[in-house]
């Protein structure tokens, strides 16, 4: 019968069986002894080589997205107006601050002109640098000024090829990660290729380019792979603090580049606090890093101006909590499994109480309520009562924050790679289960070590660690389509780690009765060249059709509406519309804005709602007073919206807001018993009838087969 228990070295850490340099080799004064010198020769030769090929395959996977990002907009050949139109929505607004800051007359200027920025939103003035996430945009605007490289290339390709240059330090970042947890660079050989070849679903970098998460990935997988290598075992003083360092650098430039990063870590620290209470990690380690993530997160809060939704962010008041609690409960992890559990669930409840308690006091201090639109999404997602919260609806009725589609699977299947991520993932959680439970018991002894050495399979730290890394990232991705982008790319990292594994080959072996060392070497590493050869022979003829396949950017209505916007408009006139095509007549036209896609502020999300009234039941009246009280000079109706039949009946936008707004929704199906007929037709569809109640507000100035653009009329 196979026994599985914990190795414990020092103080909550676990042995490392396929690593004997760090574990087994170990002399009775603890020092460790050198390798032989033909095994320091091969260890060199082996890392030399690794390295070239993880630099090989980064290299690679950049020119990889940099070309079909070319071949499906042809943009080396469209026109400037066209290249800005295809950075869709967000993307388009973030990318303006880039094309600003480069046109300024001085670095300072347009420094400035962020810091007091009077066009993203009407009749205010607002701080960029404050509200979102944009120093990377800063940053590289920046260098591209002082360097000579002006001549030489385009703002915009230094722009998206410094994106795709980070999809290269991804992949390293990836592929040093499954190296240090399976010990064999074969694993991030194995770990590249399914990220390539799953590209569909573990990036969307190649048509969603200035994306804020397309910049913040790369630094959440370097910092991942930082936490990996910090926890092994018989690390040197200098080697920990120079780690700790990298960790804190790559969760710093993850923080300050995607203003969803505090949920991001918020999952890491539940992981890291699981994994502590189950005296799986090194408490003393676990601490650094809930310090690290405080540390880097209030170093962008300064940054970023005091922004007070990091301030009020949840994991500030979780990981506070943590910290105050383990200093208030002393011998956490002493005693019986009883008398453990019951310190455990206490130490969780504390935790919990105290974690609700902080964050409602920062957010009363501080009147915070820009996060608030998040949690009514999620009450109303996971079914704690109905909604008529249009901002929460209006995210629940987008297809990337509803549940992980089906298919998903099958494409990760047709690699092998969900086959093998779910083999590993069963092994090693119940692997998981029984070192938690030895450990809560407290069997793990030093007189047990002996007798039962043979028997013994290790889950190692930086295992353990992404196992509960893998599960939760996984929880959130099943949840939220838009989120599978963290798990995807791990689920690649954790699957090639468990096939080129020592450890998982040896509990499985052992388990069928078939286990002796040099099987489990055999296994190791012809089942991972088995599965390289199997997805070479059947993708890459499919990698090689997609490169050659030849496409181009095409948008003529929008490339039109840009155009005459820049010809017959002032600079100074103020557009009203929907979020996203708004982001695009910033960027291509300079104009101002009443409202845009960047919705982490409450005034805006309110401002948005009263802008949407152009596509709901109101008068002419109601609809003109609105948008002129937001200084609005241009209003751009889209049919798409107007006449929308993308989403279903109560997702379209004109349902939404007509539930909003208390009335009965449009076409066949039922309606709330509360909601009454409105007053008023569709503004959207009534105004193109040039009726006398409409034409004395409004003036139509431009249309064609998807945009009408009206003037509005200035009463007094």
């Known amino acids: ?121 009407s009749v205010r003035t607002i701080n960029i640098l404050e509200r979102m996430n944009v120093y990377q945009e800063v940053f590289l605007s920046i260098l591209y000024r002082i360097l000579p490289i002006q001549q030489y290339l385009e703002p915009v390709y230094f722009y998206i090829y410094t994106l795709f240059g980070l999809q290269a330090v991804y992949v390293i970042a990836l592929y040093v990660t499954s190296w240090l947890l399976s010990g064999t660079w074969l694993s991030g050989l194995l770990a590249a290729c399914w990220y390539i070849t799953n590209r569909v679903d573990t990036t969307r970098v190649e048509f969603t380019i200035p994306l804020r998460e397309n910049w913040a990935l790369p630094f959440f997988a370097v910092q991942i792979a930082a936490i990996t290598y910090l926890l092994r075992t018989h690390l040197q003083p200098a080697q920990e603090r120079l780690t700790l360092m990298a960790v804190f650098i790559a969760t710093f430039l993850f923080s300050l580049t995607w203003q969803f990063n505090q949920f991001m870590m918020l999952i890491q620290a539940l992981a890291l606090f699981i994994l502590d209470c189950l005296d799986m990690l090194p408490t ?34 979780f990981n506070v909590s943590v910290l105050v609690a383990r200093t208030i409960q002393k011998n956490l992890k002493k005693g019986g499994l009883l008398n453990r559990l019951g310190k455990l669930i206490l130490h969780v409840l504390l935790v919990l109480c105290l974690t609700l308690l902080i964050n409602k006091f920062i957010k009363k201090i501080l009147n915070l309520e820009s996060d608030e639109h998040i949690f009514k999404f999620l009450k109303a997602k996971f079914g704690f009562g109905a909604t008529r919260d249009f901002d929460a609806n209006l995210y629940l009725c987008e297809e990337a924050f509803g549940l992980l589609p089906l298919n998903t699977f099958s494409r990760l299947s047709s690699t092998l790679l969900f086959y093998i991520y779910g083999f590993v993932l069963f092994l090693l959680t119940v692997a998981a289960v029984i070192v938690a439970f030895r450990n809560l018991s407290g069997s793990n002894q030093v007189q047990l070590k002996e007798k039962m050495e043979e028997y013994t399979v290790t889950l190692k730290p930086d295992a353990a660690y992404s196992l509960v890394h893998t599960i939760l990232f996984g929880c959130l991705a099943l949840s939220t389509m838009r989120m599978k982008y963290l798990w995807t790319s791990h689920m690649c990292v954790f699957a090639s780690f468990g096939l080129c594994s020592t450890e998982v080959w040896k509990l499985t072996l052992k388990c069928l009765h078939l286990y002796t060392s040099q099987r489990t070497q055999v296994i190791k590493y012809s089942v991972p060249v088995i599965t390289l050869l199997y997805i070479s022979f059947k993708f890459w003829p499919g990698i090689m059709d997609e490169l050659s396949e030849l496409r181009e950017f095409y948008d003529p209505d929008t490339v039109e509406l840009m155009n005459w916007i820049k010809s017959n408009t002032p600079n100074t006139a103020v557009f ?52 002129r009280s937001f200084g609005t000079d241009y209003v751009i109706l889209e049919d798409s919206i107007c006449y929308e039949r993308r989403h279903s009946r109560g997702c379209r936008l004109r349902d939404l807001l007509d539930v909003a707004n208390g009335h009965i929704m449009d ?6 018993p509360d909601l009454k007929p409105s007053l008023y037709p569709r503004f959207c569809e009534e105004i193109k009838k040039n009726l006398p109640s409409y034409t004395m507000h409004f003036t139509r100035v431009f249309q064609n087969k998807t945009f009408h653009v009206y003037k509005l009329a200035k009463h007094k």
């Open 667 to 672: 076409g066949l199906g039922e309606n709330e």
């Open 284 to 317: 003393a380690k676990v601490t650094w890093l809930y310090i690290i993530q405080i540390s880097g997160l209030l170093l962008v809060c300064v940054l970023q101006f005091f922004n007070s939704m990091i301030l009020g962010s949840l994991l500030i008041s």
């Open 576 to 627: 009203a519309g929907s979020m996203q095509l708004l982001a695009g007549v910033k960027l291509c036209t300079g104009r101002t804005l009443t409202n845009h896609p960047h919705y982490e502020d409450k005034n805006l999300r309110e401002r948005t709602k009263q802008i949407y009234q152009i596509y709901a039941k109101r008068s002419p009246g109601d609809v003109h007073g609105i948008l």
């Open 1 to 121: 019968m196979t026994t599985i228990r914990q190795r414990r070295v020092g103080k909550g850490t676990e042995a490392a069986e396929d690593q004997p340099s760090e574990e087994t080799n170990v002399k009775p004064d603890g020092k460790i002894p050198p390798d032989p010198p033909g095994g320091k020769l091969w260890k060199v030769l082996s890392i030399t080589v690794g390295g070239i090929v993880a630099i090989s395959l980064g290299l690679l996977t950049s020119v990889y997205v940099a070309t079909l990002h070319e071949n499906d907009l042809w943009f080396s050949n469209i026109k400037e107006v066209e290249r800005e139109i295809s950075f869709r929505t967000e993307c388009g607004l973030y990318y303006s601050y880039y094309k600003q800051m480069i046109q300024a007359a001085s670095i300072q200027q347009g420094l400035h002109g962020l810091v007091y920025d009077n066009k993203t939103e």
